[in-house]
């Protein structure tokens, strides 16, 4: 390939990456050092290069933590980064616990019937998130299709408030999340190689002493590519909070949608959206150190 | 893994699919009820699909949704190749580990951070905010999809295939497609559709990145939503459910047809 065409072929994914992914964060990032204005933009200071190298000084010498020290000093936003990171790792533990199983069980199942059943997980994925989660409300609702039953069963008196709670918003995002989980443990376990579970069958082991010493450890590729798909993205999830939660959880997503939209108040919302991809650092960091580890084995 | 299926495993798979189908399924079976009271069954009606259809509000906002999400699939497409090129083809160049990670970031990350880094740069840059952002930010995140389901597919494919055809006289743009397109072409169509549900299903990104006049159907169908069950959205959901659903299964029955065809082309010439 001529250097020409191979440059043309990296540079233009990697300037449209460069100029609408990274150069953004850069950009939240000052402005998260700067104070809310009565302005447009409502920010101040704004950087003006036309001054030269005196507008860059006085850009960088008005820039201030201030909006860090309000996010970590009030318990509100304190409390909605507790409240999301706990969410995450719920969510996230019991998309392993029901997803395990599933994808088990596909990856064990006759060979003909494993396109179908992949095909049936796709399916609900590619349906619209939106969809999916509005139909938890149909059934969870007040007057919705399980409070009906239950009241035309007998069993309650009054219709329960299902809707609007944490237990919903569990209920959702594990809905919604949870082939992200079955994908990666699926390829995992369909890849391994029976003999050596036979192996160990044949060394003695029990079925499930099998399970647990063999074919766990070498599904731990796709068990950390899940609870890594599954884990980032529900941190700062916005619509299941939103359409099933408790408004007296505020969990980090909604509290930054509400700063920016219904506040307008961009520093604070661009110093929320900073300290939350700090917080998503960690996870990020931990799995590339377990796949290098995995890679290196 | 070839283990036999236990009854530990045809209770997961059950219960599984009932947990994931079971929603959906009430969802479209409530859409044809008639009474006003959304969740009392009285008896089956097309009552609702009616009223969708006389309703003017959706239709502007579906055409709008359509052709942003075909704009953005067509683009994240050409460049989700592009990437899955240079991550397969290219192992050495100044910053090749700044651009995986480029690529990989917008999967994971919260689309709240996403759409706000997007929406500031917009603003910073003073573009007048409408179809054009709302296209370049799907085509983003899009692309990074694309490259996953190319990347795959290109890793199998025989890089000896594509040296014949250079081999033969191709230049390497004929090489790429008369030799190396047909083959990962069924990828391609999967990760194109991919791209083209993601644009069509997206809130938040969109929400953050558009302007005024430019509203989208998920915007619209979150902001009925928000107060409750309609029974419009019920009928709209179903119409929907069923849309996807089709191209899904065509794309997958397309897509087993063309490994088929290509695996008796490979019989045919060992």
Same mark, same amino acid.
Request: with cysteine; proline share 5%; glycine share 6%.
């Given at each position: ?297 | ?131 054009? !952002?709302?296209?370049?930010?799907? @085509? +983003?995140?899009? /692309?990074?999809?694309? #490259?996953? %389901?190319? =990347?795959?597919?290109?890793? $199998? ?51 953050? !990145?558009?302007?005024?006049?430019? @509203? +989208?159907?998920? /915007?619209?169908?979150? #902001?009925? %939503?928000? =107060?409750?069950?309609?029974? $419009? ?38």
């Amino acid at each position: 390939m001529s250097a020409q065409r191979r440059w043309m072929l990296i540079g233009v994914p990697y300037s449209w990456l460069l100029l609408f992914f990274l150069i953004p964060f850069v950009i939240v990032m000052g402005i998260s050092l700067s104070d809310p204005a009565i302005a447009i933009p409502p920010y101040a200071p704004v950087l003006d290069v036309q001054q030269g190298l005196a507008g860059i000084w006085q850009y960088f010498s008005q820039l201030d933590f201030e909006n860090f020290q309000m996010v970590l000093e009030d318990e509100v936003y304190f409390t909605s980064y507790l409240n999301s990171l706990k969410m995450s790792f719920v969510t996230t533990l019991l998309c392993l616990l029901l997803g395990y199983p599933i994808a088990y069980a596909i990856a064990s199942a006759p060979g003909s019937w494993k396109p179908n059943l992949i095909m049936a997980i796709n399916l609900t994925f590619w349906c619209s998130f939106l969809i999916r989660i509005y139909a938890w409300i149909v059934l969870l609702s007040n007057q919705g299709v399980i409070n009906q039953i239950l009241l035309a069963l007998g069993v309650i008196d009054t219709p329960i408030r299902i809707l609007n709670t944490d237990f919903a918003t569990y209920l959702g995002l594990v809905y919604a999340y949870l082939p992200l989980m079955i994908f990666p443990i699926y390829a995992t376990l369909e890849k391994l190689d029976n003999s050596v579970y036979e192996a160990s069958r044949d060394l003695g082991c029990s079925h499930i002493g099998s399970f647990v010493r063999v074919t766990l450890p070498l599904s731990r590729p796709g068990i950390l590519a899940g609870c890594f798909l599954v884990f980032v993205p529900v941190t700062g999830e916005y619509i299941v909070p939103s359409l099933l939660g408790n408004s007296s959880t505020p969990v980090i997503g909604r509290v930054l949608w509400n700063e920016f939209f219904s506040n307008g108040d961009w520093p604070l919302a661009a110093s929320i959206s900073v300290l939350l991809m700090l917080v998503l650092v960690v996870p990020i960091v931990l799995y590339q150190f377990f796949q290098n580890r995995n890679a290196e084995s | 893994m070839n283990r036999n299926l236990t009854w530990f495993g045809i209770t997961a798979l059950t219960f599984g699919l009932a947990f994931m189908y079971l929603p959906i399924l009430v969802l479209v079976i409530y859409s044809f009820n008639d009474s006003e009271m959304v969740t009392l069954w009285s008896h089956p009606s097309l009552r609702w699909y009616q009223a969708l259809f006389n309703n003017g509000t959706y239709w502007g906002p579906a055409w709008t949704t359509l052709r942003i999400a075909l704009v953005s699939s067509v683009l994240a497409t050409i460049l989700g190749i592009m990437i899955s090129l240079v991550v397969t083809r290219m192992r050495k160049f100044r910053g090749r580990s700044l651009f995986i990670g480029m690529t990989i970031a917008p999967l994971v990350l919260p689309e709240v951070i996403t759409g706000l880094a997007l929406l500031l740069l917009f603003i910073a840059m003073g573009v007048e905010r409408g179809f054009l !952002t709302v296209i370049i930010a799907h @085509t +983003t995140f899009s /692309m990074c999809f694309v #490259s996953v %389901i190319v =990347t795959a597919r290109m890793a $199998e494919f025989d890089i000896a295939t594509e040296e014949a055809a250079r081999d033969l006289g191709c230049g390497p743009v004929m090489a790429f497609f008369h030799a190396t397109l047909p083959a990962i072409l069924p990828a391609v169509i999967s990760a194109f559709l991919l791209a083209f549900a993601l644009s069509l299903d997206n809130l938040v990104v969109t929400t953050f !990145t558009t302007g005024p006049g430019i @509203t +989208t159907l998920p /915007m619209r169908v979150f #902001s009925e %939503i928000r =107060t409750g069950v309609k029974p $419009e959205i019920n009928a709209l959901s179903t119409l929907l459910i069923v849309l996807v659903t089709a191209v899904a299964v065509t794309s997958s029955l397309m897509t087993k047809r063309a490994a088929k065809r290509q695996q008796q082309l490979l019989a045919a010439t060992a």
